[in-house]
């Protein structure tokens, strides 16, 4: 259950990495823009985290 729960994990946060690397590529982002991204990014994964263990 455990190891099942973490692999998940690993495969979300890859997931979301990628899709953080392509949104910064995208645009020139200023700082501000960048960690208003960080931020979403954070709270998507916390999201899904929150998701996924209720679902298993």
């Not at 099942?4 to 990495?17: A, H, N, R």
């Not at 709270?43 to 263990?53: D, P, Y």
């Amino acid at each position: 259950m455990f190891i099942k729960q973490l692999s998940l994990l690993i495969e979300t946060v890859f997931f979301l990495q990628k899709i953080t690397r392509i949104k910064i590529t995208e645009q020139a982002l200023t700082k501000e823009k960048y960690n208003n991204i960080k931020l979403t990014f954070k709270f998507n994964l916390l999201f899904l985290l929150n998701f996924k263990t209720k679902s298993l």
